[in-house]
């Protein structure tokens, strides 16, 4: 579905972005993942090495709220390549501290990572994306539609990635970039492994659908919304969540 296709994925090293990566490979795809440490990258990179020799994979670990980094590296990724197609943002962190305790110190890093880092990278990408007539594709939650019960910047947050999935929807529908996200339930990976039981447990037995959800259900969402399949689909916040409501 992705033949020949150059991708760019934050958060490229584990759970939902890793698995991302592994379903563009299967699809052809050449893939660039970012990850936040020069050890998470090449472990990552070597575990899709081990499952496909052929796999045409690399890795970077840019600080993603820094604007000329990020050009370099979206510069050398053309050089090499010729052309970048895709840029998934999905590098995030979550939270579930009371606000109360807030400090503004965790309001920052996640503003940094969740909000600006998306604003970074899909502007320095556009020139590229015109070019191919390529696509951004962010990851939001099922938070950015019902709220979450504490931890309140990490909703505002994915409330701020669909503001931008909308917005830059219409203001690069002229240059032929479509851009959409995904908006996860709860699914099986170290953010969720690392959130208070007694906060999850509840809300996994509410789901309709009657399980967790995986980070292969998120990835093939994303694929399709990547690929030609979804040409006339932009703006659109797909939730991928069993039907879960928060
Ligand atoms: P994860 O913690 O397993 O992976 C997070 C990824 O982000 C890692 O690859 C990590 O390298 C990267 N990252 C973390 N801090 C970084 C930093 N400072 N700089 C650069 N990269 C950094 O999380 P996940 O569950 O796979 O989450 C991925 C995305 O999915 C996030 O945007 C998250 O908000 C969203 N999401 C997850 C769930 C869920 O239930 N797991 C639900 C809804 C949305």
Known sequence: MLNEKVA?????TRGIGFEIVRTFLKNGA?????????ESVDSAIAELKKEDTNYDVKGYYPNLVNENEIKEIFES???EYGHIDILVNNAGISSSTKITDFTEEEYDKISNLNIKSVFICSKVAINYLEESKGVILNTSSMV???G?????MYPASKFAVNGITKSLALELASK???VNAVAPGIIETDMVKKLPKE????????????????PKDIANAFLFLASDMASYITGVVLPVDGSAKN
Do not use: A, D
């Open 30 to 38: 050449k893939v660039v993942l970012f990850g936040s440490r020069k």
């Open 199 to 214: 906060m999850i447990e509840p809300l996994i037995k509410s789901i309709p659908l009657g399980r967790i959800g995986t």
């Open 144 to 146: 950015s539609i019902y």
């Open 176 to 178: 032929g970039i479509r």
């Open 8 to 12: 760019i994925v934050t958060g490229g």
């Open 77 to 79: 990724v053309k050089n």
């Open 148 to 152: 979450q019960k504490s931890g309140v």
